[in-house]
């Protein structure tokens, strides 16, 4: 039998150096080291798993696997929906695929000094964008920062009640959910849906007045909402559910703050978000962050469950060091008694943030934010002149708007195979969530459509639904 | 067993913070303006906002240009060890993270696909979901696998959720309102059991390194919804009385989650679902080989479990009708959602390339030499002054790491771990991991050998320990002040835990220091 070569992620797999090893502690085997293990807890037989592969083989094999999917770059994709495809700069790409990031271990402030800055600066630079003092490392993803939120809004208030605007992607009130129920535990918050108007898609303030009590921890909506409507009554609903002792949260898409008013402006108190729009690519939704931020007081940042970055002095005078602050207060400080848990998270992407936030400046926020609405209408008023086709809330939107397809007899998911064979994939089918829309489908335009795109698409739904 | 030491500098750039670099009206992107038929078609952008909407400020953003950021970050890239040096950090299963598949993931049949789009144009993508799941019920025993979870603490609340639909569909979840873990269980699984709205029921170790099974059988009751355990510990000690353990809580109608954090050692060896356990959890930016980016993610806590628990998980499950994979989102009796969408693809596509790269043997070579490179590890070790291992009475060789304290030589020489770990940077060498909270050692540490470093590397690790404990017992001042060859010096820790001069921004910075420039 030929003796298996020294496997190549392996150094120490030379028959020669795991024998110069086992004499060195004095071992006759290795299986001498697993005395540990009774042997009634063994597996008794080799794993049945597939061959192991060379390098070449394994390329092969999985460019040939993923060959089968369909790619963005050849449909032309109006999918957003918590996940969007923005422009990335390359020079974002160049930096996080750096080796020195992609590590499998921690390290310490001392040896991981950039690491730790970049971090800091992905803190900075979104806090600028909020106009807020205190961001944390971001955490999983837009509906896990928002659970995280309400929770700390109630173990602020000791409330167990919050307010939910309707209008919120079910995914992300699915996570909300999680965060908060079910009734048969203590720590149970009740989450209660304020409806939105069917004719604008904003929250019914009535409605919103009918739910916030002195029950209530938090009222949570977001801008853009889910419906891709730019929510402008954010100080009245603050000042609603400040009136009843509540706190404000309010979900944002940070690429819109170049040109839509921070939360703090109208009264928010937490502000949580998605990361992905800020040079991370889409990446079958494996490229979702979210983020936490609020006041710099001690009544708030003593309930993040995440880590923060501070910057500190040094031994040496005038060096900045940044270390990790508040880790105590955290689940690996407390365990149990900690606030919530924390875990990895998305700190990869929180580097490919900062480079993206930099290279974007106060003037490129303000360039993508206008080019997004111009686009955005521009396909939803071409869309809206197809016979039968209607926007479900033509104004006030930023990059994603509904159009409803009801009249023309077609179900999104007709229309959308069609359009699939026309290289295009269509909107989000909103159809089972939102059956009061009827037949629609939340479409995304951002700034990497441009007119000739958007006048295909139109094109082709005037085709496809003419039939 | 003896190594030279590598003279070793950090680079030093002394980089600014980015926000106190660029020049006005400097840019590192252009976008492009609306196409003219666009423009005249909609008008301005602000007349599109509600006027209540519009920003009037400009956010205080550095304005840099494309070189000067890219730069930036490199060189910042520069001032991270990461794994350039030697780093044996303990629980985290140090592991290569193969080129070939970072290649892959950034191709755009990866990257630029979105999770809404119709399975049909996810074929390939599920596949290799699909075929990990398989893979990854092979190597537990257990009969399904989802990857949502975004690392492991999240499979740990994901088993939390498990756990109460599991107990809510038989009507017995406000009964069972406890779950049982221990001590040197990770911390997250008392955290998630908390946070999840669990009572937490922690059971403290035995002179053996374990808790006794009498300390199990006291906590069991009517009111147990679960264990949640790992086994071994991140002391290296295997407990093996753990089939007895499942039994117990079965008997008393609670569920068994086994935490395979430290699975390196376990693997092929033993399997989760044959001990008894319901459920399990892998660590793929660990165990699998793709990276965590500094302890930071994206990573993947794959999450799986028995027939029994199937239903309960998150939606969509990844399935194959024999001719198509597709996204099963019809579960009427899963937890809901852990996190949007069904996970983070390219984590799961960087794990099972890995395996397919190693094969079930390599798999197997893999434990083998972790457990067999703790253990060289451990003779050279314990030959340091000063160094001493836990529960020293247990002579069992330890599995793919070991537990080991500085007790003796904080007590001689006034050093510190702290001081040690900042030291070895200067080396080269990333500093150890201590022990997770809390410490039952005193002054404890915890390298983990791995598979991926050579004997030379281990050789140097060791040396560098044996040179700090000299310095330690001859000259503790340079410990005390390290780091000396760093990109950074020793950091003021009392800042970051005061709230009148933390700053986790650079606002909050710029306020504190002229808070603190008028006050003086």
Known sequence: ??????????????????????????????????????????????????????????????????????????????????????????????????????????????????????????????????????????????????????????????????????????????????????????????????????????????????????????????????????????????????????????????????VLAPPVDYGADIVVGTTQPLGVRMNTGGGVGGFIASRDEEAYARQYPTLFVSVTDTAKEGEYGFGL?????????????????????????????????????????????ELILRRAHYAARRIAMIDGVRVAFPSGFFKEFVVDFTDTGRSVVDINKELRAHGIFGGKDLSRDFPELGQSALFCVTEVHTQADLQRLADTLSEVTAR | MSATLREYHAPVWNEPVIMEMGYPGRRGVAVPEAEEEVGAEVGEATDLIPAAMRRHDRPALPEVSEPEVLYHYLRLSQQTLGMMGVSLFGTCTMKYNPQVNEAIAWRPEVTEVHPYQDDDTLQGTLEIVHRFDNILREMSGMDQFVFQAGGGADAAYTSCAVTRAYHASRG?????????????????????????????????????????????????????????????????????????????????GGLCFYDSANFNGMMSKVRAREIGFDACMFMLHKTFGAPKSGVGGPAVGAYGCSAELAPFVPTPVVAHDGERYYLDHDRPKSCGKIREFWGNVPVVLKAYAWIRAMGAEGVAEASDISVLANNYMERGLLAIRGVTRSHPDATSPRLEMTRYSLAQMKEETGVDVH????????????????????????????????????????????????????????????????????????????????????????????????NTVTEG
């Open chain 1, 1 to 258: 039998m030929k003796e298996r070569v020294a496997h190549r992620y392996m150094a120490n797999s030379v028959p020669a150096i795991k024998q110069e090893m086992l004499d060195a502690i004095g071992a006759g085997s290795v299986e001498e080291l697993f005395s540990q293990l009774p042997t009634e807890h063994r597996l008794s037989r080799p794993l049945d798993l597939p061959p192991a592969l060379s390098e070449g083989e394994l390329r092969r094999h999985l460019v040939d696997t993923l060959a089968k999917n369909g790619t963005t770059e050849r449909y032309l994709s109006f999918l957003g929906a918590g996940c969007w495809q923005h422009h990335v700069p390359a020079a974002v790409d160049e930096v996080v695929r750096r080796n020195e990031w992609l590590t499998s271990v921690s390290g310490e402030p001392s040896s991981d000094h950039g690491r730790n800055q970049a971090w800091f600066e992905f803190c900075s630079q979104l806090g600028e964008l909020l106009t807020m003092d205190l961001v944390g490392m971001p955490v999983r993803s837009w509906g896990v920062a928002a659970g995280h939120a309400i929770r700390m809004a109630s173990r602020i208030t000791g409330r167990d009640e919050v307010a939910v605007v309707r209008a919120i992607d079910p995914e992300r009130l699915s996570v909300i959910r999680n965060y908060c129920e079910p009734v048969e535990m203590p720590s149970h918050i009740s989450v209660r849906l304020v409806a939105f108007d069917p004719e604008t898609g904003l929250m019914d303030l009535d409605d919103l007045r009918e739910v916030v009590g002195e029950r209530t921890a938090a009222v949570y909506f977001e801008t853009p909402s889910y419906l891709g409507v730019i929510e402008h009554q954010g100080s009245e609903i603050a000042a609603i559910a400040h009136a009843a002792g509540a706190q404000t949260i309010v979900g944002v898409d940070p690429i819109s703050l170049g």
């Open chain 1, 325 to 369: 602050a508040l880790f105590e207060q955290t689940s690996y400080g407390l365990r149990e008694k900690g606030k919530d848990w924390t875990g990895h998270s998305v700190y990869m992407w929180a580097i490919a943030n900062a480079v993206y936030m930099a290279l974007m400046g106060p003037e490129g926020f303000k360039d993508v934010g």
């Open chain 2, 172 to 252: 017995e979840l406000e009964q069972r309102d406890e779950i049982i873990t221990t001590i040197q269980t990770h911390p997250s699984n008392a955290a998630t059991a908390a946070a999840a709205g669990f009572k937490v029921i922690t059971l403290m170790l035995d002179e053996d390194g374990y808790p006794s099974l009498d300390a199990l059988k006291a906590a069991v009751s009517d009111r147990t919804a679960a264990l949640m355990v790992n086994n071994p510990d991140d002391m290296g000690v295997y407990n093996p009385e753990m089939r007895e353990w499942v039994r117990v809580v079965h008997e008393a």
């Open chain 2, 419 to 514: 001081d040690v770990q900042n030291r070895m940077t200067d080396f080269g060498v990333d500093a150890m991991w201590t022990s997770h909270e809390p410490w039952l050692i005193p002054e404890p540490f915890t390298p983990e050998a791995g598979e991926m470093y050579g004997k030379e590397a281990l050789d140097t690790w060791i040396a560098v320990l044996a040179r700090i404990s000299d310095e330690a017992y001859s000259d503790p001042e340079i410990l005390k002040t390290a780091p000396h060859n760093q990109a950074v010096h020793r950091l003021d820790h009392e800042t970051m835990e005061d709230p009148a001069r933390w700053a986790m921004t650079w606002r909050a910075y710029l306020r504190k220091r002229a």
